[in-house]
């Protein structure tokens, strides 16, 4: 197949671009390098730098293929900014990029014929629970960044009401893990907890902060549901041949066990054997107490098998790649002087 990646510049997005190439598919990524990394695009790929706001470089890029060439296949959409904190205090921005962005690329796929869209959806969408949630379990966004995932979604099942376009949204729980050495998790500013914890354990940091120890859980932190960023990956090339069956999927993605904030640490440590001090900090807006996934739709509908399911492993994972990576990617090297290791980069290339 010949498939457009828009955000395959990013942590998930480029995992993903990898393995279609290495399916045989032909990819192009599409990334406005706002949030994500030259350096994580998969050789083989095509790529284009484009924002899914400009309409004009959109339609261009999906007019490349004409349709006596086939057009493209599909559209996986990973462009969107993920921080649910930072979605409850510019919730403007967020409403743009992932409602407006991703309803310019939607609109897109129907006027130029592409008949699949798979969607980075979120676990963000759901309310908490303390049992695992399945797909059927209520709606109920705790952030902006989640009301916008949801917002697609629903958008999503009307334009294949209407047109026809087949959707498979899929909802993550906590993507965590690298491919090391050509692919790991780096984000500016970083908001996700196990590369928080790793920087500590590098001394980048002087300690990991605890957003809330008086959640109704054991321990009083929020419990969440950790995979691998290559098992997630892995459902999407699933969903994608899936859709020749089904017009429209949502499915959950997870490992359907829960760990709290101080568990994860607890493993970090003994991964990293480093201390790794904590700080107790307030709640951070926007975040629920417990989101664990039944997967169970997934694994019928998709055949999907999470291969890297240890919390142990999938933190080691991360580890090797930060300590090969401690700067992250290399355009780290023009913000942070610190960072000996990483050759400038010119940016004016």
């Not at 999906?62 to 979605?87: Q, T």
């Not at 893990?177 to 590098?202: F, K, M, W, Y």
């Not at 109704?216 to 960023?229: A, E, K, L, N, S």
């Not at 999927?249 to 359907?256: A, H, K, R, V």
Request: charged share 20%; glycine share 10%; aromatic share 8%.
């Amino acid at each position: 197949m010949r498939i457009l990646v828009t955000g395959g510049a990013g942590y998930i997005g480029s995992v993903v671009a990898d393995q279609l190439l290495s399916a045989g598919h032909q990819v192009t990524v599409y990334d406005s390098l706002i949030k994500g990394h030259r350096e994580a695009i998969p050789a083989g790929a095509d790529f284009v730098e484009g924002d899914i706001l400009d309409r004009a470089t959109l339609n261009v890029t999906l007019s490349k293929r004409s349709p006596s060439a086939g057009g493209y296949d599909a559209i996986m959409h990973f462009a969107a900014f993920i921080e649910a904190g930072a979605s409850m205090r510019e919730a403007s921005q967020f409403y743009r990029n992932n409602v407006a962005g991703s309803i310019a690329v939607i609109n897109a796929a129907v006027e130029h014929g592409v008949p699949r869209f798979v969607f980075s959806s979120s676990a963000g969408v759901c309310a908490g629970k303390d049992t695992p949630i399945t797909e059927d379990d209520p709606i109920g966004p705790a952030s902006v960044y989640g009301h916008t995932k949801r917002m697609i979604e629903e958008a999503l099942g009307w334009y294949q009401r209407v047109h026809g376009l087949r959707f498979a949204a899929l909802r993550y729980f906590n993507a965590a893990g690298a491919t090391s050495p050509e692919r790991g998790e780096d984000h500016a500013p970083e908001t996700h907890l196990i590369p928080l914890v790793l920087q500590v354990a590098l001394g980048q940091q002087d300690c990991a902060c605890i957003f809330g120890d008086d959640y109704p859980t054991p321990d009083g932190t929020c419990i969440r549901d950790y995979i691998h960023v290559v098992d997630l990956s892995e459902a999407h090339v699933l969903a994608l041949g899936a859709l020749d069956d089904h017009p429209a999927l949502i499915c959950n993605l997870g490992n359907g066990a829960g760990y709290s904030v101080k568990e994860v640490i607890e493993a970090a440590r003994a991964v990293t054997g480093q201390p790794i001090p904590t700080q107790i900090e307030p709640r951070r807006a926007g975040d629920a107490a417990i989101l664990v996934a039944d997967a169970g739709k997934a694994r019928r509908l998709l055949g999907w098998q999470p291969r890297i399911p240890d919390l142990r492993d999938i933190i080691a994972s991360a580890w090797d790649w930060h300590r090969a990576h401690p700067c992250g990617y290399a355009h780290k090297a023009r913000i942070d002087p610190a960072c000996p290791d990483l050759r400038p980069v010119d940016w004016r290339v």
